[in-house]
Structures are given as C-alpha cells and as structure tokens.
C-alpha cells in the first residue's frame, strides 16, 4: 500500500520502509484502477492534507496471524482462483457512526465482497473484527468532531462533481503488512479466476 492506516504520509523514506520492523497485523485489499482510483486519491489529499493514499476496498480488514503469512496466502489463493473477477460499483458518501469516518459505500459488488469476506475470514485468517464488515472506501478519518460535517459535504459535492466511471472491475487481491512507522507493504498478489472451475 505504501501508506499508513490513517492514508498518513510515514515519514519514512520509502527506501527505508521495506526495512522497517513489520508487524503482525495483515490486510487483504483491492486496489481501485486509475481513473477512478487517481480521483479517489487526489480527494483524500483535499480532505486530509499531507495523505498518501493509495484508494482501496479491504475484502479482510488488518487483523494479527497465528501463522507464518505465506500459510494464510495459501488460502487466499484458494478461494481467489476460483472466484471469477466481478464488477464494483461505488454509491454514497456516507459516515460510520462511533468512528465519523467519511466513506464511500460500494453498491454493485456488495454481495460477491461479503461473501468472500466470509469465507476468507476462518482457519488461518479468522479474526473477531470490531465492527461488522461493511465493504468501502474511506476518504478521512480521525476528523476532529466540529469537521465531521464539513468533511463530509465536501466529498459529497466533489462525487457529485466526478464524471469519470463510478464503476471498476475487480480482478486481484493484494495481501499486505503493517509496519512500525504505520506504512502497508505489499506481499502478494492473487488474481481471480486463475483456475476455471468445471
């Protein structure tokens, strides 16, 4: 991902970051192809100054292993091979209650994201999240509570203001570590649909 959780610049240098002391804490996530993933970026960095997205929809939110992550990759890869890619199509600006994060909720796609969170989320990967999956894009995040609003109604205007494809195709997984310095780092690519089931 080359970013932290918060989609805060790290101050470490990238040449660095690889270095850095990884932690135990893993995400499974799609990346969102340019046009619309450039936008979704560029509009991050307008509602949070100083970001350095890299827009995304998590399929498993950061969670810790049990087991060594090629272990856990493996079962990625079982259940990616055989789903073929689909369509993801992105609704409304919206803000999760308790947190104030300002989102986007995925329309078209829900269904086939849920159902791999599901399944992907046991044996090696199984994990007791914090608040019940809900697949979609976050814009900001820890706003200071007289903002939420305002941060809010600037992304929406700025989506109602995009042209571009509102839809993109998913058609890989990136699994991913967290680092010290908050910085995500690739491990693994897994395309869908490697293997055509009969």
């Not at 992304?155 to 509102?166: I, L, Q, S, V």
């Amino acid at each position: 991902m080359g970013f932290d959780s918060n989609g805060v610049k790290p101050d470490v240098p990238a040449e660095q970051r690889i270095n850095e002391q990884r932690l135990n804490v893993y995400a499974l996530v799609i990346y969102i192809p340019d046009p619309l993933g450039r936008f979704l970026d560029e509009l991050r960095r307008e509602l949070a100054p100083g970001c350095n997205p890299h827009a995304h929809v998590s399929m498993l939110p950061p969670r810790p292993l049990s087991v060594d992550w090629q272990v856990a990759g493996e079962q990625v890869r079982g259940l990616t091979e055989t789903q073929p890619p689909f369509a993801v199509r992105l609704a409304e600006v919206r803000i999760f209650p308790v947190t104030n994060v300002t989102y986007i909720e995925v329309g078209a796609g829900t269904s086939e994201l849920h159902r791999m969170h599901d399944a992907i989320n046991r044996g090696a990967l199984a994990f007791e999240e914090p608040f019940a999956y809900s697949p979609h894009i976050t814009l900001a995040q820890q706003i200071e509570p007289d903002r939420v609003q305002a941060v809010h109604e600037l992304a929406g205007r700025r989506w109602k203001e995009f042209t571009g494809p509102k839809t993109f195709r998913a058609e890989r997984a990136a699994f991913v570590q967290n680092t010290a310095g908050n910085c995500w780092i690739d491990l693994a690519e897994f395309r869908f649909g490697a293997v055509t089931v009969p």
